[in-house]
T-cell receptor, first 113, second 112 residues
Framework: GEDVEQSLFLSVREGDSSVINCTYTDSSSTYLYWYKQEPGAGLQLLTYIFSNMDMKQDQRLTVLLNKKDKHLSLRIADTQTGDSAIYFC?????????????FGQGTTLQVKP | EAQVTQNPRYLITVTGKKLTVTCSQNMNHEYMSWYRQDPGLGLRQIYYSMNVEVTDKGDVPEGYKVSRKEKRNFPLILESPSPNQTSLYFCASQEGAVSPLHFGNGTRLTVT
């Protein structure tokens, strides 16, 4: 079945760039998503990319998609302490109409002042 | 404000005592779903609904029931909770099958 994998932890200094990586298995995924979860809160949609795009930029966020390698990355420029959270990569299950997203385990981003 | 509202936020109960977690969305979305989040396992879909009176099992439906009598509401029912259902539960809605999920703030359930 479909699978999404991410590294579990990333630590950066405030002001540096953060890059969170993700690999997925479903080559027919239509959309790929990045969600952010702050402590005690739900998952907030950060951004998403359509599978026919290579890159999407939204203010400090840049998403890169390498469809050949099934690799997705999220770059956060000028990382701030408020960016500390868990980041989830997810792919849509395009082979069915369930609406289900397959989530990675989440990457905990720690931003040191 | 567009949102998904689930209640309660925290719930502690005992094995076998029936409970319901409510979920409501105000975006007129067709799809609604329930996920559980467990350490090391990420989020897994429990049940989903494509429209009123249309529901189906997700990946981990055992021990759960749902209903969709109205478009805006999608309650999760645990008829006889067990300790292995201790988890963080999220309700979500989406416009269509390939649309982004909009999540509620979560319900942390503890079953003793």
């Amino acid at each position: 079945g479909e699978d999404v994998e991410q590294s579990l932890f990333l630590s950066v200094r405030e002001g540096d760039s953060s890059v969170i990586n993700c690999t997925y298995t479903d080559s027919s995924s239509t959309y790929l998503y990045w969600y952010k979860q702050e402590p005690g809160a739900g998952l907030q949609l950060l951004t998403y990319i359509f599978s026919n795009m290579d890159m999407k930029q939204d203010q400090r966020l840049t998403v890169l998609l390498n469809k050949k390698d099934k690799h997705l990355s999220l770059r956060i420029a000028d990382t701030q302490t408020g960016d500390s959270a868990i980041y989830f990569c997810a792919e849509g299950e395009s082979s069915s109409n369930t609406g289900k997203l397959i989530f990675g385990q989440g990457t905990t981003l720690q931003v040191k002042p | 404000e567009a949102q998904v509202t689930q209640n309660p936020r925290y719930l502690i109960t005992v094995t076998g005592k029936k409970l319901t977690v409510t979920c409501s969305q105000n975006m007129n979305h067709e799809y609604m779903s329930w996920y559980r989040q467990d350490p090391g396992l990420g989020l897994r879909q429990i049940y989903y609904s494509m429209n009123v009176e249309v529901t189906d099992k997700g990946d981990v439906p055992e021990g759960y029931k749902v209903s969709r009598k109205e478009k805006r509401n999608f309650p999760l029912i645990l008829e006889s909770p067990s300790p292995n259902q201790t988890s963080l539960y999220f309700c979500a809605s989406q416009e269509g099958a390939v649309s982004p999920l909009h999540f509620g703030n979560g319900t942390r359930l503890t079953v003793t």
